[in-house]
């Protein structure tokens, strides 16, 4: 198994072109449908999509600079609140995933056949998604090459776009924009803003992806991926919306608003500009699936670890990847390819919805770090204000994308309901093989054989998922906080023992009332085998290594509380330690 260490960290360009890819090829579409609701006035509210950025670009910077973690919203939530409510925001976040890489690769295959007609919309599609899923299990490294060039050649392509839009006005006036300002709206201006701010958010899709592996990347170059994908989402979503105003009247961009960029680049320059443009649509939508593959891989081997999934996905190869982990989320593609054939409605109604609830989920994840991690050391500090707009935006775009299109809610229900169904079944694993331990014993008594053989494999299955022990390093904690961690422990993990593990110096020694408390904790919970060791050392980094391998025990089942300012080392340092008081 590859380790963390010979893995080679990201810099700051080839993580934010992996993300970047993805908030970037959003411009081939939102422009053009801000313009279908907020007409000539789109340019603002792409604006103040841009300003609600700023605010999460606070919030996650805090967040996932305190637990500096893969797993985005998943993580931050686990450590703040249950494994149940950090999995239901991952589920979203897959669903997001999903349906991000086909509409992705289904959009960029249809600019492709825009130029190209003679070949299968769906076959290419199919081909791109296997190409991207054979790409990432050869490693993020790799990827990230790839995903860099995608990103330089689709900046470069689409301030080639606005240079051309600038030089038009100034050699052709502006004739057509004072006509389209001129143009009363079709309802009031406050209702346009709104409606195209709504449509608007869905231009910062990717936003949350560096966040689900910040792991791979330097140190410092997490922050810094914000800030450039703020940047652009600023300047370019805005530009090409006024540009597009300007130059063209918004009936005719109404009526082209598919290839709303191809269409405007050859009003802008010639149909040389529209090919380039077609061409790097294809591209980087292409380098979209990319992110999504990344992006998942992450979350779902954090989940994997935390034992949401069965163990059997984490097996990495030698370039550090896991093949299982990408295999499984590419037919979970290919299901969404075939169910839909490639149709944008369905897959739009699932990502728009799932996408703009992981945002949110990630605003409520910071205020949770504020009250119940305040002592943790962070970065930066967003304010309870600015976090409180930051949700309240993404509540009013989900508001006004389900208003408009309220059968994206149905959409978004038929696909997310199964997923955190079977989300909960191996959450509640333990309980389903009780369930099925008894159904054997009732249905399969006559069948004396195959009785015995169903009871054996499923309480092999459970001795397996119970023998695993959890640790939980205590500073000499009260009885009340012994009884929170051990409810927590039955509450949210599968297994029947507990470590409690106290690090002292040389000379220090347990109080009398500790001990106490300890006797009693453990003859409340006669079904937990509590077992209470003393480590001589300093807690840290050095003592968890050493106890992880001793003990055969994965840091990602080591709990701490909440450490405090003086704690000499980060989260990060920890390995995968989980904070649950």
């Not at 007409?39 to 606070?58: D, T």
């Not at 944008?344 to 991690?373: D, H």
């Not at 904790?521 to 209470?532: G, N, S, T, V």
Request: contains cysteine; hydrophobic residues 50%; positive net charge.
């Amino acid at each position: 198994m590859a380790s963390l260490h010979s893995i080679k960290k990201l810099g700051t360009l080839q993580a934010t072109a992996i993300s970047g890819n993805d908030i970037t090829s959003s411009c081939f579409y939102v422009s053009a449908l801000a313009i279908a609701y907020a007409g000539q006035y789109a340019f603002i509210s792409l604006i103040l999509v841009g300003l609600i950025l700023f605010f999460f670009r606070k919030i996650y910077g805090e967040a996932v600079g305190a637990l500096p973690l893969n797993g985005g919203a998943y993580n931050i939530l686990l450590n703040t609140t249950s494994k149940g409510n950090a999995s239901l925001a991952a589920c979203l976040t897959i669903l997001s995933y999903m349906a991000t890489s086909v509409m992705s690769a289904s959009t960029g295959m249809q600019y492709l056949h825009s130029i190209f007609p003679d070949f299968s919309v769906i076959a290419a599609t199919f081909f791109l998604l296997t190409a991207f899923m054979l790409l990432t299990i050869l490693g993020i490294s790799e990827s990230a090459v790839v995903a860099t060039v995608i990103f330089i050649l689709n900046v470069t392509c689409l301030a080639l776009l606005i240079i051309s839009g600038i030089f038009y006005l100034i050699f052709h006036g502006i004739d057509i924009g004072r006509l389209n300002f001129n143009t009363p709206l079709k309802g009031s201006l406050g209702n346009a803003l709104f409606l195209g701010f709504s449509m608007g958010m869905l231009g910062v899709t990717g936003f949350e992806t560096s966040s689900n592996f910040v792991e791979e990347q330097k140190p410092g170059v997490f922050p810094k991926t914000l800030k450039y994908m703020w940047i652009l989402v600023m300047i370019i979503n805005p530009a090409i919306a006024l540009i597009g105003v300007m130059v063209l009247p918004i009936d005719v961009i109404a009526s082209n608003k598919e290839a709303f960029l191809s269409f405007l680049g050859e009003k802008a320059a010639g149909n040389w500009l529209a090919l380039v443009i077609s061409l790097d649509a294809a591209i980087v939508l292409s380098g979209a699936v990319l992110t999504a593959f990344i992006g998942v891989s992450g979350l779902m081997k954090r989940m994997t670890l935390d034992r949401v999934f069965p163990q059997a996905l984490l097996k990495e190869n030698k370039r550090g990847s896991s093949p299982r982990i990408i295999i499984v989320f590419y037919l979970l593609c290919l299901s969404v390819l075939f169910i839909t054939s490639g149709r944008l409605e369905p897959l739009a109604g699932v990502y728009t919805i799932s996408f703009l609830s992981v945002m949110a989920f990630f605003g409520f994840g910071n205020l949770l770090l504020k009250i119940k991690r305040s002592r943790l050391p962070r970065p930066e500090y967003a304010p309870v204000s600015m976090v409180a707009l930051g949700i309240l935006g993404i509540l009013v775009a989900l508001y006004g994308n389900v208003k408009e299109n309220p059968k994206y809610l149905v959409i978004f229900l038929q696909y997310f309901i199964p997923s955190i169904l079977i989300i909960n079944i191996f959450l509640k694993r333990k309980s389903v093989i009780h369930y099925l331990l008894y159904y054997v014993n009732q249905i399969f008594d006559t069948i004396q054989r195959l009785s015995v053989f169903s009871r054996f494999h499923l309480q092999n299955e459970m001795r397996k998922l119970t023998k695993q022990p959890f640790v939980y390093f205590t500073k000499g904690d009260n009885i009340a906080t012994l009884n929170k961690v051990i409810i927590y422990v039955l509450e949210n993990e599968i297994t029947q023992k507990l470590k409690i593990v106290t690090v002292l110096k040389e000379e220090q020694t347990l109080s009398e009332t500790f001990i106490r408390d300890f006797e009693a904790i453990d003859r409340a919970y006669p079904d937990l085998k509590i077992e209470f060791v003393e480590v001589q050392g300093t807690f840290g980094p050095e003592i968890i290594d050493r106890l992880s391998r001793e003990w055969k025990i994965p840091k990602n089942f080591m709990f701490i509380g909440s450490p405090g300012d003086h704690f000499p080392h980060s989260v990060s340092d920890l390995g995968g330690v989980r904070l649950i008081i």
